[in-house]
Structure formats: C-alpha cells, structure tokens
C-alpha cells in the first residue's frame, strides 16, 4: 500500500529545481510551496503602475547603492518558494544563488495587486516576504482604487497601515514617492 501512496503523492520542487527550468518567453510561472503556479499576464493598468513605481524610484536611488528590479527577477521567501514581486529594492548585493535571476537580499517589495491574485499577495506572499531576513518594507499597490498598504518592520515587529490614497514611506530608504507618480497616467 506505501509504494501506491508514494506514486500517487506529488513530489514537491525546491526552489533550486525550479530555477532550472526555461519556461521559455511567452510563459510565466512561480513555486508556490513547492507546486508549480502559471502566471498569467497583467491588465494594462498593472503594467502601467507598476513602471510608474520603477520611474519614481530611479532617480530617487542613484548613487544610494540600492536598485529597483521589475518582475523578471525572483526573490526566494524558503526552500520552496519563488516570487517575482512586482517591484523589488535591493542594496548593496552581489547576487544570490542564481544571480542572474534571483535577488539575494531584497529589501523593498512591491505588490501591485490584481483581483486573480489578491488574496495569495496580502496574505501568503506577505507572510512569505516578512520571513525574509532583509526585507523591512513589502508595499501593496491597488490601482484599481489607487490606494496602498505597508508593512513596515519596525523595532523586531511588522506595522501595517489600511489602504489609502496616500504617499509610500520608505523611512529605512529615507525616501518617499508620492501617490500622484504612483499612479500617474501621463
């Protein structure tokens, strides 16, 4: 009855293994808790959000030794998890396992939230992302309503703001961006 039940069970992929496959270009996808998750394409407002966040930070961040990063790099929350955030900080890394693909120390994230994945960003994902040692900051974005949520690791402990149309405080960056290059239009 064991080897029934073991051929029938799924073996889980680590992140190391996933990491490995070419999904090739018109295919996207992540390792949630070990399971293979597709990913599907944004709406023209996520796109357009989320490259407004990229925008803001750049000028914003040079010479500081900290990089925004867009969704093609993969952060790794555990052993059997890969995400590609929205938008990711970095400072002062050299890479991680797989450099080319993956940050090693992500400091900021951002989520920009969409209705087929809200509930997996604002809870499992932000889980996820507050176990990573160097994140302090993870930014949930709405465009829809143009709003944001934070939660901020302050003192050892996560502080969390409501959805608001409000400017993004990133005190450990000493920066902000205001709401209106969030979610401008022009």
Sequence with gaps: MASILSLTTPRLLTADEFLQIDFGPDLKAELDNGYIRMMAGGSRDHARVQANIIIALGPRLRGSGCRPYGSDMA?????????????????????????????????????????????????????????????????????????????????????????????????ALSLTIPHAEIFARD
């Design 75 to 171: 952060v790794r929350p555990h052993g059997l998890s890969v995400r590609y955030p929205d938008v990711t900080i970095e400072c002062g890394s050299a890479g991680g396992s797989g450099a080319d693909t993956e940050l090693a120390a992500p400091r900021v994230i951002f989520e920009v939230l969409s209705p087929s994945t809200r509930e997996l960003d604002l809870r499992v994902k932000k889980d996820e992302y507050r176990a990573i040692a160097s994140v302090d900051t993870i930014v949930f974005v709405d465009p829809e309503a143009e709003t944001v949520a934070t939660s901020q690791r302050r003192g050892g402990t996560w502080v969390d703001t409501l959805f608001a149309a409000a400017d993004v405080e990133l005190p």
